[in-house]
């Protein structure tokens, strides 16, 4: 309920600023498994929570990278995650091979998304010189 007077689209746009706002909170309950906290000082609380938040951000910066993961629950793109493995065979100080385990589609999609971090900087310090 809502005290204020609002046209249709705002009122569709309110709506859904809360629900991502309550998609965020499952998210640390159920996919960052934020809870129980079995903490007892404050210091061991406030790490425990900055490490779901942490989790958090990385897992909205993924499915912004790659909107394909958008549809994912917190829960299966931590299910898809846990079991992924990368082996690296070193010798004097080299990675000479690099063995990937689990390599799925969400694994794929990240490491993608990722991957094109270094491009959209470049578009963005480009757009900045062109607009100067």
Not at 100 to 127: C, K, L, Q
Request: hydrophobic fraction near 40%.
């Amino acid at each position: 309920m809502c005290s204020k007077v609002m046209l249709p689209g705002d009122m569709l746009k309110a709506y859904r600023s809360r629900n991502a706002i309550e998609d965020a909170f499952r998210d640390l309950k159920h996919g960052i498994d934020i809870r129980p906290i079995r903490c007892r000082d404050d210091d061991s609380v406030k790490g425990r929570v900055l490490i779901a938040y942490l989790a958090l951000t990385c897992l909205y910066l993924s499915k912004y990278l790659a909107p394909e993961l958008s549809p994912l629950t917190a829960e299966t793109f931590v299910s898809d995650l846990i079991s992924f493995s990368l082996t690296e065979e070193i010798s004097e100080g080299r990675v000479n091979r690099r063995i990937y385990s689990n390599f799925n589609s969400t694994i794929r999609a990240v490491m993608e998304g990722f991957n094109r971090i270094p491009d959209m900087i470049r578009a963005n310090i480009e757009a900045r010189n062109a607009d100067t």
